[in-house]
């Protein structure tokens, strides 16, 4: 961390970030109106001040969430990317700026709630916003160690300041880190209430993040097995949050992903945006790098060209080079994540009657916008998630217009399902399979609402619920991370299964598409429509599961390239 960046998080911390709204969730104070001295004096002023950690610190993670979770985990193709190819350094500017974003995170929320330990509010209020700062900094930290190992652990801004210790910080020890974020999660259910207000983080928000953080660390470690002690504990919190949150699954899987549901029972702990430009940072721009040329009015899509990666269209059970005819579409997660010929969206472009896929891409002159003209996507397929529409979309579903680059779609990072998953893997544990009736409901959950025709199994495997997160949890940043802990405990199956994985393109598919739109006919030419027979693997190796520091960093503080130290968390550091 350089020292610009900690001056800078302490000071933009005490001032917030001025943006007007017209959503309560998201008011936030103006700079105008308020200094140190006068804020925080109520309990409305409070929650003001702890709403853009929601948003704006995270903004520039928002490029490194897709490209590190899904395209480094081959979900996802992006051309020439180096984190397809495993060729990521630190000069990466996607890279640089996700590690930024990650410490700006975790400098915003130590700042703010420092700040709240002498506002004059409600003491229920201030233990509410202290715990929402709590458990955004303990998922910061849990994306900085999943994504780089072992890093440092700053626990006080301004007293790393006034240490003047900011530029010899060491390494922690990976397990101290994963003992860090337990005791800030701790603490933060402590001080959260039970249940919150729809869309904020509650004390079952920062339980189901306890629940996946005791997964992860329980091959922290480890050969070939897990310690038995942290899966009983994520086994424990996600039981908790499935029997006594009072959330359920949304019964339509694609509903979770609309603005009209932006807040919603399912998601436990989201990244809301805003629509503005004003700060530059509030906002979700994703649908810019996703969406194909021409998908909304603005003049600011450009993702045509990347795609959901043949390996995953092979884990749905759906291939392009069958005829759309012939496609059972049994498992409705498959079209709420990647866009196929023949795929018609009645909640995109609701105005027009919906969205129709090739139609988009081949009559660019008489819909929409203007499409692209020709297939761009070498894999056959576009993104749907974290896409809105048009601007018409984007007001039916908040009442306010979307702009360039600007959206107010919510991301989700930790919705039910994904707990009602962590519950079945950790019942499992270090067996590979289990007759157990509560994991077995768990993972059925799940399951059936995406493949309704699914009847209850008797058993269920580790390989099973491995597979099912993909699919349930496809283009949603995480995937990489479920390698990550795997490699922890098994480095040999994760490489394998990353280097067996169909990462590359398909040929000729433009004929094909454009054909079928023309005459209804799906004629494939062997010789012409197949998969790049010359596809290597890819060049992974156990050093592969940690990325680097940004240069620069390491450039100001030489101590990142040494040997991580061992601390006592819980009698160095104290909330």
Request: one cysteine or more.
């Amino acid at each position: 961390m350089k020292i610009k960046n900690i001056i800078y998080l302490v000071f933009a911390a005490s001032l917030g970030v001025t943006v007007s709204s017209c959503e309560d969730f998201l008011d936030r104070p103006a700079e105008d109106n308020y200094n140190e001295s006068n804020f925080y004096q109520n309990d409305e002023q409070c929650v003001q001040g702890v709403n853009y950690l929601y948003n704006s610190p995270w903004y520039d993670f928002q490029r490194g969430f897709i490209k590190v979770g899904e395209v480094l985990s081959g979900n996802y193709y992006m051309g020439s990317s180096p984190y397809l190819d495993f060729t990521v350094n630190g000069t990466d500017a996607d890279l640089i700026n996700m590690s930024y974003s990650l410490w700006a995170v975790n400098g915003h929320a130590n700042t703010v709630y420092n700040r709240l330990k002498t506002a004059k509010a409600s003491q229920t209020v201030i233990n509410q916003c202290m715990g929402e700062c709590l458990v955004w900094k303990a998922m910061a930290y849990f994306y900085l160690v999943r994504t780089f190992g072992a890093v440092p652990i700053i626990h006080d801004n301004t007293a790393e300041l006034a240490g003047g210790s900011y530029n010899t910080k060491f390494k922690v020890q990976a397990a101290d880190v994963y003992e860090y974020i337990i005791m800030t999660l701790e603490k933060a259910i402590e001080l959260l209430p039970a249940k919150g207000d729809l869309g904020r983080i509650d004390q079952y928000s920062a339980k189901g993040l306890m629940a996946k953080v005791y997964l992860t660390k329980s091959g922290i470690g480890q050969a070939g097995t897990r310690n038995q002690e942290d899966l009983d504990k994520a086994a424990l919190y996600a039981k908790d949050v499935i029997e006594h949150s009072g959330r359920s699954l949304m019964p339509n899987y694609s509903d979770v992903f609309r603005l009209v549901n932006n807040k919603n029972v399912e998601c436990l702990i989201s990244w809301h945006w805003y629509p503005t430009r004003d700060p530059w940072t509030a906002q979700n721009t994703l649908q810019s790098d996703l969406a194909m040329v021409g998908f909304d009015e603005f003049g600011d899509t450009w993702g045509g060209y990347g795609g959901p990666s043949v390996d995953l269209q092979d884990a749905f059970g759906v291939n392009v080079l069958e005829s759309p005819s012939n496609r059972t579409n049994t498992d409705t997660r498959r079209k709420a994540t990647m866009m196929m010929a023949g795929d018609v969206y009645e909640y995109f472009w609701q105005d027009k009657g919906g969205f129709d896929y090739l139609k988009f891409i081949y009559d660019k002159d008489n819909y929409g916008a203007g499409g692209p003209g020709e297939l761009q996507s070498p894999t056959g397929v576009n993104e749907v998630k974290h896409l809105y529409g048009n601007a018409n979309d984007h007001v039916l579903g908040l009442g306010i217009s979307a702009a360039n680059m600007v959206s107010g779609l919510s991301t989700h990072i930790l919705r039910l399902s994904d707990v009602y998953l962590i519950y079945a893997e950790a019942v499992i544990g270090n067996n590979t399979s289990t007759t157990d009736a509560s994991a077995i409901d768990a993972f059925y959950t799940v399951r059936h609402r995406a493949v309704p025709s699914a009847t209850r199994p008797t058993s269920i495997t580790w390989e099973q619920v491995w597979k099912e997160r993909r699919l349930e949890l496809a283009c949603e940043g995480d995937r990489w991370y479920d390698f990550v802990r795997l490699s922890y405990y098994n480095p040999t199956r994760a490489i394998s299964e990353l280097k067996s994985q169909r990462r590359d393109v398909y040929y000729g598919l433009n004929d094909l598409y454009k054909s079928y739109y023309e005459t209804k006919s799906y004629v494939i030419d062997p010789d012409n429509q197949r998969y790049n027979p010359d596809a290597k693997a890819p060049n992974v190796t156990e050093s592969s599961f940690t990325l680097p520091f940004p240069t620069e960093d390491v450039v100001f503080n030489p101590n990142l390239m040494k040997d991580p130290i061992h601390v006592d968390v819980r009698s160095e550091f104290s909330y």
